[in-house]
Each structure stands twice: as structure tokens, then as C-alpha cells.
């Protein structure tokens, strides 16, 4: 009954009158628990009017875009860019009621080429399904309605195949589903799957660009009774996430629908089909793709008959000709571009100076002509050209950007207009632990991925410059296996970590063992890539590190914010300087700080770490917070625990104030490689990274005051802190300062420092690093 239905077209619905509304986010943070930077969003607002027969009628109500890393031009181009195209609608004849932002139609039969949609013709070779649950329900005028469950699992763990929950009322309509893909894509082995042999990618750009994996995490979509007979869509939304080298991309799209009126006499005229683009017919579009198809089995044969030289050379022709063409193209594109960008950068300067701003120029720049009532209009085709469309656009560019029908801000999580919190009880069903592919262990597919290159490369003064494998292995049932190795040229000393574990991607549990490089430090990350490259340019490590052999057992829950809490066992032991090269520096002694002692033993412990991230407007109010608690036994018992708050507040002279308080304590004995060591990029600038400052219990402030130029950040700041015995409180008077003037990129993902230390040591340092606190 839902393969028919959803294939059937409601003759019954006539016409429909719909407040559409749409967000689409891009985020983007380095590492697992980076602070989470808004890269890209926008918003949209629409009045759609359909009628069967007819069309739709859309006037666009509100568009704008947030893009805090790139100049206000950036951002109005952003909110017209396409804008056409902004408005969802909800339904259409032939619309497909399972995916979201999807310009095609629906299809009846299964094609394992893209996402194998479960409903349709053949969809039972690649899923299995089970009635789960019921519910049942008496409407106002009596009538009675049963919806039913079926859960779908997919037959092999592979990344276009759907996990989830699908209700369906008596007549196999979609009432509610939310779902997710089974496992990740890599893209690289995809590449790899649909390129001939002369197309493969070459192993130095995977070692470049490695890992490169993306994964549909939800999709929720809830439908509406209208006047106790038709479900359209009231809510859709889609999440998911990318990992490229060290940078994690997560992203979203939300729908929403507030209907006025269903089967109402909306009295709307025919489209004029003059104004519409002419639509191919079924022989004219299968004549092209012939031609397109008969041109390159021609160029084929034709280059094959030909001997090695001529070959090439008649390759070279074609390129050459291939590459005239499209310069002559890319110049009449740029040409255009600058016209444009010169007209929104007016528009955002104007703006900027609190200019009123009708905005005509750049309207018309998005392909509409304004008329004298102040709208511009276009007619179009969507959704495989099934559908006309008029779409109006009011010519005030204020009145896009300020519309009242978005949230007061695009920084606000908008509640009450995206009902987030229905959203996010949604997608929990579709990422329970439960809810998974079946375990495979014979056919081991997907394939598993590997990570090389220059993300697994790093340089510090124990390993020296240290590169290895990364490989993991999908199993289904939300399992997965894998390990890494790694070797350093200055140490040579291998390291090994083997891990298995289950997730459904908010909640993971893992078990691996390991003989690795450990870096003591609470702040930043000195075995990541971009401590890496300050260490090998201009000699400044900025870890401390020892060497632990053993297992743990992980339990990790969050995507925005993390909880981890850790039980471990492991023989920890010194890790001695190796080296005293660097690029800048190439000195035999003395170019990097000694490390710290090591009291070895075996520990048996457990730790909790909490990260939370709250805002994304950098010029907004924003806070970041990570707490961490640890106790272990060894020879002894230790305890240890300590809070780093960062608040930022954007103040009305274009200035930011940023503030981070930290502090930390412990009880028992605790072992050098445990204690807290101040000095450095990511707590006291000005002050190298020293074993001398260190201790127990610790207290550090940082201030800063910014300047904010939208695509980059200047600061002045200060810095203190304190680390040493919680016994001598009273008689260590050891205080670490610095002050100094920064520029970052990106929200802080990027940073240079020029700092000046003032105590103990006077000196000045300079730094460029990544992931700044602010």
C-alpha cells in the first residue's frame, strides 16, 4: 500500500495557500572537540500558492545569508544568490515524499546507483522490513485513524542504504519517518568505483587530501492531517557531517510548512506558458543525449585507430581546443562576476554606513527585472520541469533581509519558527544503537578506508618527523574496527593502537589497546598538525610528553557538545628528547625545552571530559567551556580536576571583549606527567612552554580586546597565570605574564601573535598556530 501510494497522485487536493520556510547551515571545527565556527547560513521565507492545473505562485517574503568569515558583499550576494530557487515546496504532483532538498521527481523502481530509496519496485533486495508498532486515534468528527510502523534495515552496511522508522496511516500514506544512511561514504573510494583506470586518482592527492569521508546523519519528515483527510509535509529536516584532513564540517537543512488554507478557491490564473522555458520533448531529449553519446564513442574510435604519437597529439588538439573554449567562457564569466561584486559591495557599504537601501540593482543582478510596483518577477520550471512557477521577489533588499516572517537573528536557533526541539526528538529515533545494519563480517563491505599522507605526518621533539597508516573497517551493527601505525624517524620508536567499537554516531563505545605517544598538556593539541608545523619551522614544541602502553574503554555522547568519560589501564614511561632540529633552527642543543620526568608505574583510572559550545555570532555573545576530572592508582591514589571558561561579547563600537578564566586542583600525590604546565600559545603567550612552570594546582586569565574587519580579527591582550604546589600557596609567588597584539582568520581558526613576555621571562615570541581560544 506505500509503494502505491506513493506513486498516486491525491486527486482529492486542489490547491494549497503555504508560509515555507527553509535554513540551510554549514559549520566548520578542527579536531574532535574544536569549537564549533559558523562558515555558512541562510535563510528563506515564502508565501507558495499551488493549485492543481495551475502551478505555483511564489512571492519570497525573506532571504539572507550569514557569513561571518567573508565580507558583508559576500553576504548579500549570498542572500540572492539563486534566490529563485530558495522557497521548498511542499508538495506536487509525482513529488517524492522521502527525500528533502530534491529537485526531482519520484521514481518507481530501485537504483543502487544513488540512494536506494526503500519504497520503491526492488528496494526489498537491498532492505529488510518488520512491522513494529501502532497507534490509533478518533478525530473531532469521529473518524478513526491507525497509523502503523515499519522499520527498515538495510541487507549490507553500505553508504546508500537507509536505517530507520517509517509510519504509514491504513492507506500507506507517510505520516512520520526519520532515518539515516547506514555508514559513511568515503569519497575517495567512490571516485574509485565509478572512474575508468585512465581516471584514477593519483596516491599523492589521497595522501594530500586524506581522510575525506561525509555522512547523512538524520532525516526527519512529519506530516500534517488537513481537514482529517490530507498529510502534507509540516516539517522536514536533513543533518549530517564531512571529515576532510582535520577539518570537520557538520551541516543541516530545516523545513518548515504553516499551511492558511487546503482546497481553498485561491483563484489563481493560468501562467502564461509564453514565458515559460520550452520543455523538451521526450525525442528531442533522448536526440541529445545520442548526439552527446554518439560524439564520444566517435572521438573514441577515432583515437584509437590512430598510432601512440598521432594519438597524443590528437588529444593535445582536443584539449587545446577544449581549454580556448572555456577561457573564452571563464572571461565572460569573470567579466560578469565583476559587475556583480561591484554592485553588492555598494549595496553592503551603504548598509554599513546605515544607508537606507532599496537594493533594485542587486535584485535585478539574480536574473528578475523590478517593475513599478516595487516586485520583480520570473518564470521558471522546477522539479524535472513538472512544475511552472511564478516567483515575485520584493525589489527593497531591507525587506528580505529584515522580514519578520525569519527569526530576529540568523545567529538565533529559531524555536519558534524551526522547531529544533521536534526535530532533535525525531532524529533520536533514527540513531538509536539499536537501529543499525546487520553485522558482516564475510563480505567486509564497504571497503575499508585508510588515512596516510600529510594528516597522519606530524613533528615533535620525541618522535622527531613521524608519518603512518590509519585504516578502518565497517562491519555493520554500528561496528567498526580498526588501528593505526605510525614511526618516528628521531626516536624509532613504532607506534601501535588497535580499537574496536559501536556508534550510532551521538553515542560511541570503543575498546583499544595501544603503545603510543602521549601528550600531557590539558590545552590545545601538540600532536596535531598545526603544533606540528610550529615545531618543525621555528622549533617551538609546546608538549610534554610520555609514552603509555595498555587499553581503555570510551564512552563518548554529543555531536556540538561532548561527554567523555574514559576507564584505563596502562604502564606509563619517560619519553626522552630526540631531536634538536627544526627548519628555522638547526642548532644540536638547546633549540627545544627539555621534556618532563615520568613517574613510571601502571595506573588503573578513569576520566571525564566535557566540552560545550554556546553561540556562533562572533560579534554576538559566546561561550566555551571544557571540564575534566581524573583519578587513577598507581603506587599511590591521585585526583585531579580543572574548568577553562571563554566568554566573547561584541560591544557597539565594532570592538569584541573576550574573557578566560581557568583554574584547576588535585588531591594525593600527583605524578609529573599529571601536573599542569603553564607558558605558550594556549595559556600564557609571551612564556615558553617550560617544565619549571608547573605544578599541582594552577589559576590563568586571559583578556583580549578585538577589533572585528569581518575577514580577519586584530586584538591587543594579557595574559597571567600560576602553576605550582597547593602546599606552598602562600610562598610561590611565581607569576607568568605576557601581553601582545594578534591577527586571526576564520573565527580564530587561524592565529599569528606577537608577544611580549614580562615575567619571569622578558622576551618577545612570535607564533602562527590553528584553533585559537578566541
Request: aromatic fraction near 10%.
Amino acid at each position: 500500500m506505500a509503494r502505491r501510494a506513493r506513486l498516486q497522485q491525491d486527486s482529492a487536493i486542489k490547491s494549497y495557500d503555504v508560509m515555507a520556510r527553509q535554513r540551510m547551515s554549514v559549520n566548520l571545527g578542527i579536531g574532535s572537540r574544536g569549537r564549533e565556527h559558523l562558515f555558512f547560513r541562510r535563510e528563506s521565507a515564502s508565501r507558495v500558492q499551488w493549485q492543481a492545473g495551475v502551478g505555483a505562485y511564489v512571492e519570497v517574503t525573506g532571504s539572507r545569508a550569514g557569513i561571518p568569515m567573508a565580507p558583508k558583499a559576500d553576504e548579500i550576494d549570498g542572500s540572492l544568490s539563486d534566490i529563485a530557487y530558495v522557497s521548498p515546496v511542499p508538495y506536487y504532483p509525482g513529488s517524492e515524499s522521502l527525500w528533502i532538498a530534491d529537485e526531482s521527481s519520484a521514481r518507481a523502481e530501485a537504483n543502487d546507483k544513488e540512494i536506494v530509496n526503500p519504497l520503491t519496485v526492488g528496494a526489498e533486495a537491498y532492505y529488510t522490513y518488520a512491522i513494529a508498532d501502532s497507534v490509533a486515534f478518533t478525530l473531532q468528527n469521529g473518524n478513526k485513524i491507525r497509523l502503523r510502523e515499519i522499520e527498515v534495515r538495510p541487507r549490507q552496511p553500505k553508504w546508500n542504504l537507509a536505517v530507520g522508522s517509517f509510519w504509514f496511516d491504513d492507506q500507506g500514506r507517510l505520516v512520520k519517518c526519520a532515518y539515516r544512511l547506514a555508514v559513511p561514504l568515503d569519497i575517495w573510494q567512490m571516485v574509485e568505483e565509478e572512474a575508468d583506470s585512465s581516471d584514477q586518482v593519483p596516491g599523492v592527492v589521497k595522501g594530500l587530501i586524506s581522510p575525506m569521508r561525509m555522512q547523512l546523519t538524520g532525516v526527519a519528515i512529519e506530516y500534517s492531517l488537513m481537514q482529517g483527510r490530507f498529510w502534507l509535509p509540516s516539517m522536514r529536516s536533513m543533518t549530517g557531517d564531512a571529515l576532510i584532513m582535520f577539518a570537520r564540517v557538520p551541516m543541516s537543512i530545516d523545513q518548515r510548512f504553516e499551511y492558511r488554507s487546503v482546497n481553498a478557491d485561491l483563484g489563481l490564473a493560468p501562467i502564461d506558458s509564453t514565458k515559460l522555458p520550452r520543455v523538451l520533448t521526450q525525442e528531442e531529449a533522448r536526440a541529445r543525449r545520442d548526439s552527446v553519446r554518439q560524439a564520444d564513442s566517435t572521438r573514441k574510435a577515432f583515437l584509437a585507430s590512430l598510432s601512440p604519437d598521432k594519438r597524443e597529439a590528437a588529444r593535445d588538439s582536443i584539449r587545446r581546443r577544449r581549454d580556448s573554449i572555456s577561457g573564452r567562457r571563464e572571461s565572460r564569466s569573470d567579466s560578469l562576476g565583476k559587475s556583480r561584486d561591484a554592485v553588492f559591495k555598494a549595496v553592503a557599504d551603504s548598509m554599513d554606513r546605515g544607508l537606507p537601501v532599496v537594493g533594485a540593482q542587486a535584485i535585478e543582478q539574480s536574473g528578475f527585472k523590478c517593475d513599478s510596483t516595487g516586485m520583480a518577477t520570473r518564470y521558471m520550471r522546477r522539479y524535472s520541469s513538472r512544475m511552472p512557477m511564478v516567483v515575485r521577489v520584493p525589489c527593497n533588499l531591507n525587506t528580505l533581509i529584515h522580514s519578520p516572517d525569519l527569526p530576529p537573528s540568523i545567529y538565533d536557533k529559531g524555536e519558534d519558527v524551526f522547531s529544533t526541539k521536534d526535530r532533535d526528538e525525531m532524529m533520536k529515533e533514527a540513531v538509536s544503537l539499536a537501529d543499525q545494519a546487520p553485522f558482516s563480517i564475510g563480505s567486509l563491505r564497504p571497503k575499508p578506508t585508510y588515512s596516510f599522507g600529510l594528516p597522519m605526518t606530524r613533528f615533535n621533539r620525541v618522535e622527531g618527523l613521524s608519518t603512518g597508516i590509519a585504516v578502518d573497517q565497517q562491519l555493520g551493527a554500528g561496528l567498526s574496527v580498526g588501528g593505526t601505525f605510525r614511526f618516528g624517524l628521531a626516536d624509532k620508536v613504532p607506534n601501535v593502537e588497535i580499537y574496536g567499537q559501536r556508534s550510532n554516531l551521538s553515542k560511541t563505545i570503543s575498546a583499544s589497546g595501544y603503545h603510543h605517544l602521549v601528550s600531557a598538556s590539558d590545552w590545545g593539541n601538540p600532536l596535531s598538525f598545526g603544533s606540528s608545523f610550529s615545531g618543525l619551522m621555528f622549533g617551538k614544541d609546546e608538549g610534554f610528553y610520555y609514552r603509555a602502553t595498555g587499553g581503555d574503554i570510551k564512552w563518548t555522547r554529543g555531536i556540538e557538545s561532548k561527554f567523555e568519560w574514559r576507564v584505563f589501564a596502562e604502564d606509563q614511561n619517560a619519553a626522552p628528547v630526540e631531536t634538536q632540529m627544526s627548519l628555522v633552527h638547526r642548532s644540536s642543543t638547546d633549540t627545544f625545552p627539555a621534556n618532563i620526568a615520568v613517574a613510571s608505574g601502571l595506573y588503573v583510572g578513569s576520566a571525564m571530559h566535557i566540552v560545550h559550545n554556546h553561540g556562533l555570532d562572533p560579534r554576538g555573545f559566546r561561550a566555551y567551556s571544557d571540564v575534566r576530572l581524573e583519578s587513577a592508582v598507581s603506587d599511590s591514589f591521585y585526583a585531579r580536576g580543572s574548568a577553562d571558561l571563554t566568554l566573547s561579547k561584541g560591544t557597539p563600537l565594532r570592538t569584541t571583549v573576550a574573557l578566560t578564566l581557568s583554574g584547576g586542583s588535585s588531591l594525593g600525590f600527583l605524578p609529573p606527567q599529571r601536573r599542569w604546565y603553564l607558558g605558550g600559545t594556549q595559556t600564557v603567550r609571551g612564556q615558553d612552554a617550560d617544565t619549571t612552570y608547573g605544578g599541582n594546582m594552577y589559576g590563568l586569565t586571559r583578556l583580549e580586546l578585538a577589533r572585528d574587519n569581518r575577514t580577519h580579527r586584530s586584538s591587543i591582550f594579557g595574559d597571567a597565570g600560576w602553576a605550582g604546589s597547593r602546599d606552598r600557596l602562600a610562598l610561590d609567588k611565581r607569576l607568568l605574564t605576557g601581553v601582545g597584539y594578534g591577527e586571526s582568520m576564520f573565527d580564530g581558526i587561524v592565529r599569528m601573535d606577537l608577544s611580549r613576555g614580562l615575567q619571569p621571562k622578558r622576551q618577545w615570541r612570535f607564533d602562527v598556530y590553528l584553533e585559537a581560544r578566541f
